[in-house]
């Protein structure tokens, strides 16, 4: 398994694959508690990285990252632009110049989940992407000698996403609902998932 940015370009149609997708099933869960531009926020974001995303196949993983993150920030909108802007900056910004092993990256997704916490003031249980970004964090840390880690990547992520269908939304649109807002999985710890497992896939199979 390599593990350079030259892996970019692959991840970003990967990721941008699975969001096209599953397009229709993401737009109708943000119009369902939300207001149904989480695809179309995503979209931009992800034309932005395939448009340069040869350009960051040539930086190193430090450079790539904070740069993947300005431009996530600058493009997506919504809320969930600047937590997924936060994540990737802060993800670069805590790898320094070590090279990317898969214990080096727990760390350094744990810190980033932390970043996103802080940014959107919220916790795991209120219905949002962190469901989804705290358990694979938390798993990646403390199986990251695992070979089968990858894999159980997958799972959890899933598990996180659907785990979000029957909570009580207290961040974000969703909590304007209350009550209402049970019954739909949340479109940003779908998304989240979609990702996720889109990129395990990508680095499982080179
Ligand atoms: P908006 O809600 O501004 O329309 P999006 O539709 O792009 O933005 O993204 C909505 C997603 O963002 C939600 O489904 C949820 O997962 C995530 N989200 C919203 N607020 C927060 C928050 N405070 N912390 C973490 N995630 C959040
Ligand atoms: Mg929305």
Redesign the pocket.
């Known amino acids: 398994m390599t593990n350079s940015t030259a892996l970019l370009p692959n991840l970003i149609l990967a990721v941008a694959k699975t969001i096209e997708t599953n397009a229709d099933d993401l737009t109708a869960l943000?119009q369902a508690i939300?207001?149904g531009?989480?695809v179309t926020?995503?979209q931009r974001g992800i034309q932005a990285l395939a448009a340069q995303s040869e350009a960051l196949s040539q930086l190193d993983w430090q450079a790539a990252l904070q740069k993947i993150g300005m431009a996530v920030m600058s493009s997506?909108?919504?809320?969930?632009?600047s937590?997924y802007g936060t994540l990737f900056m802060a993800m670069g910004k805590n790898l320094q110049n070590r090279p990317l092993t898969i214990a080096v990256f727990a760390e350094v997704f744990m810190k980033a989940v932390e970043a996103?916490k802080q940014r959107?003031?919220?916790e795991r249980g209120?219905k949002?992407?962190?469901d989804v970004l705290i358990p694979v964090a938390e798993l990646l840390l403390q199986n990251a000698d695992q070979p089968e880690v990858l894999e159980q990547v997958k799972q959890t992520a899933i598990a996180g996403a659907d785990a979000t269908q029957n909570m009580l939304a207290t961040?974000?649109?969703?909590s304007f609902l209350g009550e209402r807002s049970r019954g739909y999985i949340?479109?940003?710890?779908k998304s989240s998932q979609l990702m996720i497992c889109a990129i395990v896939d990508v680095l499982t199979a080179t």
């Open positions: 943000d939300g207001d531009d989480h926020n995503l997506v909108g919504g809320a969930s632009g937590l996103v959107g003031k919220a209120e949002t992407m962190l961040k974000g649109r969703a949340d479109a940003g710890a």
